[in-house]
């Protein structure tokens, strides 16, 4: 599938702004997000296109900025595997990709911060990921839940995140706090 070309220059600059700071993770997520945009995962303004990530780190500030895959929206799904591993779906041609830093980049740790990320940026993402198609199977869509108040704090709270506890029906703090009173 064809995509277009972008620059670095215009990424890196873009997800700096903001992320707040120019970083190493920045760079590999602009990286990851230039593989996506280049290959058929346009941005995205509702949730055609949903990103899982592995890591909650710097990189995925990237990805929310130049992909459009977002918390709020609900099309960034975050596994906390602590690994640097992405993997966009895209919902209108049904395509999945994965990308996984390379373990050469990761041993990048004796190189000062700029050093690392001028490093990266010399390279392609094909250069710093191992990219495979994956099977289209992506996160559903984000639930639209009823919120409802909890019994005890009386603060609303999306239906699916209350606790039933013998027919109380609590949000997760409160629940929390009864259940270490009354174990
Ligand atoms: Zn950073
Ligand atoms: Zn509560």
Redesign the pocket.
């Known amino acids: 599938m064809s995509g277009f070309q972008v620059t670095i220059n215009d990424l890196m600059k873009k997800a700096t702004v903001f992320h707040g700071h120019l970083c190493p993770g920045i760079a590999i997520g602009v990286l990851a997000a230039k593989y996506a945009l280049e290959h058929g995962f346009e941005r995205s303004l509702d949730e055609e296109i949903v990103a899982v990530v592995e890591t909650d780190n710097c990189s995925v500030d990237a990805l929310q900025i130049l992909l459009g895959t977002t918390f709020g929206k609900g099309n960034l799904v975050h596994l906390d595997y602590g690994k640097s591993n992405y993997s966009f779906y895209n919902r209108k041609t049904q395509k999945g990709v994965r990308l996984a830093l390379k373990q050469e980049i990761s041993e990048y740790k004796n190189l000062s911060r700029d050093e690392k990320i001028q490093k990266l940026l010399e390279l392609e993402p094909e250069g710093v990921f191992d990219i495979r198609e994956i099977e289209f199977d992506p996160p559903g869509l984000a639930p639209i839940n009823e919120s409802v108040p ?6 609303f ?1 999306m239906d699916s995140r209350m606790m039933n506890y013998q027919g109380k029906f ?2 997760i ?3 929390k706090e009864f259940r270490s009173k009354n174990p």
């Open positions: 909890c019994s005890i704090c009386d603060e709270t609590m949000c703090p409160c629940y």
